[in-house]
């Protein structure tokens, strides 16, 4: 099961440039029963392990926007570590219930927004004007959010770069899985110090993760990406709703 979930994942990053943490996080929490906090760091450590494997191939077909991913980390970098350390402060004081309400309301509200943004027109956006510094403020919350949840970075800076940037869709894709590589990379390392994750299943997540990494590439020029995309979101909000859903059952029991 382990491999397939890894398998499973990484294709959907491929194929859509996100998925990573957003997706791995709810179904290790809600399938395989791993506590959340040690999810995050694994959500984390897969996405860096999936995104080293499509990183190189973005960089090599010259879908890297170097500029514009210098000002996406000048403040998604530093957001991931202040989102750990957070997450660290609800560890340290017992809140895993609020953490797993917090975690629901991430997703669904970034599953929301994503399929009101699905539903606009697909346009080519080579006309807007050129805003990249405006993602050094934007980064930052969305690097937060990373730090904390393993969510959004795939989902956020691609919706990001897509308003505030003359990028084509392929550049997009690659800046942000790009974007996505170093700031996971940031999270992971953090979480490796404060929270015990097991190996073995991130060994087994990153073994099915490498040929749904490697099946995905090969598809992604085949496959459209919205009506995935939009399927994806649909089902995070349903995840999401699962987490809210379990948070207020246990609130609701009389202590």
């Not at 010259?62 to 210098?70: D, E, I, S």
């Not at 017992?94 to 953490?99: A, C, T, V």
């Not at 992971?188 to 749904?212: K, P, R, T, Y």
Request: charged share 5%.
């Amino acid at each position: 099961m382990q491999y397939i979930i890894g398998f499973v994942i990484a294709l959907f990053i491929a194929l859509t440039g996100v998925g990573a943490g957003t997706v791995t996080v709810p179904v290790l929490v809600l399938f395989l029963g791993v506590p959340a906090p040690e999810a995050v760091g694994i959500g984390l450590m897969f996405a860096t392990a999936v995104k080293l494997i499509l990183v190189p191939s973005q960089i090599v077909r010259g879908n890297v926007a170097w500029r514009t991913l210098g000002f996406m980390l000048l403040g998604g970098a530093p957001g991931v570590l202040i989102g750990s350390l957070f997450l660290k402060h609800l560890v340290t004081t017992g809140s895993q219930n609020l953490l797993n309400a917090l975690l629901g309301a991430i997703l669904v509200s970034t599953a929301s927004w994503q399929i009101v943004f699905s539903l606009r027109p697909a346009r080519q956006n080579q006309g807007t004007r050129d805003r990249s510094p405006l993602l050094s403020w934007l980064m930052f919350p969305v690097g937060a959010e990373v730090g904390f949840s393993s969510a959004g970075a795939g989902a956020l800076g691609s919706a990001a770069l897509l308003s505030l940037t003359p990028l084509a869709p392929a550049q997009i894709v690659g800046t942000d899985i790009a974007f996505g590589f170093v700031v996971s990379l940031l999270g992971s390392g953090a979480h490796w110090f404060s929270h015990a994750a097991s190996q073995e299943l991130l060994l087994m997540l990153i073994a099915g993760g490498v040929f749904g990494a490697i099946a995905g590439t090969v598809l992604s020029t085949r496959i459209p990406r919205r009506p995935l995309r939009f399927a994806l979101w649909i089902w995070l909000m349903i995840l999401g709703g699962q987490f809210l859903l379990n948070s207020y059952k246990v609130w609701a029991v009389p202590h």
